[in-house]
Nanobody, 121 residues
Framework: QVQLVESGGGLVQGGGSLRLSCAAS????????MGWFRQAPGKEREFVAT????????TYADSVKGRFTISSDNAKNTVYLQMNRLKPEDTAVYYC??????????????WGQGTQVTVSS
């Protein structure tokens, strides 16, 4: 019912920047929030950032606070992650997440397939 497609990943040098995008499509009543998670090889998936669709309040993991900025374009059902001053430890597959209500107002959490971010030293 909800499809999420990430884009913008790639290879960047330490200290550089990347901007990730994630667009939601399908049949749903509304988006409540969208966010980003990441998973590095051999590590568990971890929370990165989230943004509320109503009001735009944001939350960040301590590891990215001050370097990453999450934003949204509600009219396009799209969330962005601006990543600045990237570090090699930011290397991971980044997954988009959406917290939505379907047409029956059931809460559904959806995931994208991920986009690779590699930061070289």
């Amino acid at each position: 019912q909800v499809q999420l497609v990430e884009s913008g990943g790639g290879l960047v040098q330490g200290g550089g920047s990347l901007r990730l995008s994630c667009a939601a499509s399908g049949r749903f009543f509304r988006i409540d929030a969208m966010g980003w998670f990441r998973q590095a090889p051999g590590k568990e998936r971890e929370f990165v950032a989230t943004i509320s669709w109503s009001g735009g309040s944001t939350t960040y993991a301590d590891s990215v606070k001050g370097r990453f900025t999450i934003s949204s374009d509600n009219a396009k059902n799209t969330v962005y992650l601006q990543m600045n001053r990237l570090k090699p430890e930011d290397t991971a597959v980044y997954y988009c997440n959406a917290d939505v209500r379907d047409l029956g107002l059931r809460r559904i959490v959806s995931w994208g397939q991920g986009t690779q971010v590699t930061v070289s030293s």
